[in-house]
T-cell receptor, first 115, second 111 residues
Framework: DTEVTQTPKHLVMGMTNKKSLKCEQH?????MYWYKQKAKKPPELMFV???????INESVPSRFSPECPNSSLLNLHLHALQPEDSALYLC??????????????FGPGTRLTVL | GQNIDQPTEMTATEGAIVQINCTYQ??????LFWYQQHAGEAPTFLSY??LDGLEEKGRFSSFLSRSKGYSYLLLKELQMKDSASYLC????????????WGAGTKLIIKP
């Protein structure tokens, strides 16, 4: 099973709303990632978790708040977003953070629209 | 500086062969990945090269020359479902998050 799942598939929210994106994997991976992808652009790394601890925050605005409640789950809490935050949000996981031929496996993404 | 170059768009015919090139200049090198991404969907892992040479996986093959900073993805017996963007990514260091992504090549397959 090389599946990463994400919910919801689509999300429309106003600038004053609070919402959360969810990501789950049951491959025993201990590194999980959030990416943001705009149309016709490559994914941009936002956050990295390793063994449920935040390892990397790529200077992401505080209106995005990640959370890793356990080794299988990764959340992204959204609050007071701007229209320019509209994008495809991708979750990925890998066996661990470093080394070898490790590959990131991506979830299907959440298409977020901020009105 | 860090740079990965891929053609923006390519067109090929169903049943034919197409080669998508990727050249890179990065501060380090610890492997090169190819991902396929259909419009509006997530990237799907295709191949990984860390040593020079050709890796074959069914209809898809990937080649790497580290001395030339060059890779290509070869797709044979093209099918309509191969219409997608193909992303080249270089891992610069030991950590899996240290990926430098190309902008992707949009491949259009015509009947």
């Amino acid at each position: 099973d090389t599946e990463v799942t994400q919910t919801p598939k689509h999300l429309v929210m106003g600038m004053t709303n609070k919402k959360s994106l969810k990501c789950e994997q049951h491959m025993g991976h201990r590194a999980m990632y959030w990416y943001k992808q705009k149309a016709k652009k490559p994914p941009e790394l936002m956050f990295v978790y390793s063994y449920e601890k935040l390892s990397i925050n790529e200077s992401v605005p505080s209106r995005f708040s990640p959370e890793c409640p356990n080794s299988s789950l990764l959340n992204l809490h959204l609050h007071a977003l701007q229209p320019e935050d509209s994008a495809l949000y991708l979750c990925a996981s890998s066996t661990r953070l470093a080394g070898g031929t490790d590959t990131q496996y991506f979830g299907p993404g959440t298409r977020l629209t901020v009105l | 500086g860090q740079n990965i170059d891929q053609p923006t768009e390519m067109t090929a015919t169903e049943g034919a062969i197409v080669q998508i090139n990727c050249t890179y200049q990065t501060s380090g090198f610890n492997g090169l990945f190819w991902y396929q991404q259909h419009a509006g969907e997530a990237p799907t892992f295709l191949s990984y090269n860390v040593l020079d040479g050709l890796e074959e996986k069914g209809r898809f093959s990937s080649f790497l020359s580290r001395s030339k900073g060059y890779s290509y993805l070869l797709l044979k017996e093209l099918q309509m479902k191969d219409s997608a963007s193909y992303l080249c990514a270089v891992r610069e260091g030991d950590s899996n998050y240290q990926l430098i992504w190309g902008a992707g090549t949009k491949l259009i397959i015509k009947p």
